[in-house]
Nanobody
Framework: QVQLVESGGGLVQAGGSLRLSCTASGSIFSSNAIGWYRQAPGKQRELVAF???????GYIDSMKGRFTISRDNAKNTVYLQMNNLKPEDTAVYYC?????????WGQGTQVTVSS
């Protein structure tokens, strides 16, 4: 069973940057498209960016130009570089598959952006 561990969150001021990491146990991770999701208080979890097993990225429109997703399959790790953060980016960020049944969700990493 794949276990996901997200890290890199924190408290930043608006306009700041953070780099999130998602590290997984299990080699099956590298053969899957992986996404970063976020869930703000009182809202549903939403997909914000994803990357194919071959490294092709995709973003929801509001993230284009601010977020960059990448992966290092040798390290079983997917990254999310977040720049020009806004208060509305405040949420718990998770990673997981984007197709098929999900892996068990990790604990997520809290991102808080102050205005």
């Amino acid at each position: 069973q794949v276990q996901l561990v997200e890290s890199g969150g924190g408290l930043v001021q608006a306009g700041g940057s953070l780099r999130l990491s998602c590290t997984a146990s299990g080699s099956i991770f590298s053969s899957n498209a992986i996404g970063w999701y976020r869930q703000a208080p009182g809202k549903q979890r939403e997909l914000v960016a994803f990357i194919s097993s071959g490294g092709y990225p995709g973003y929801i429109d509001s993230m284009k130009g601010r977020f960059t997703i990448s992966r290092d399959n040798a390290k079983n790790t997917v990254y999310l570089q977040m720049n020009n953060l806004k208060p509305e980016d405040t949420a718990v960020y998770y990673c997981n598959k984007v197709r098929g049944s999900y892996f068990d969700w990790g604990q997520g990493t809290q991102v808080t952006v102050s205005s």
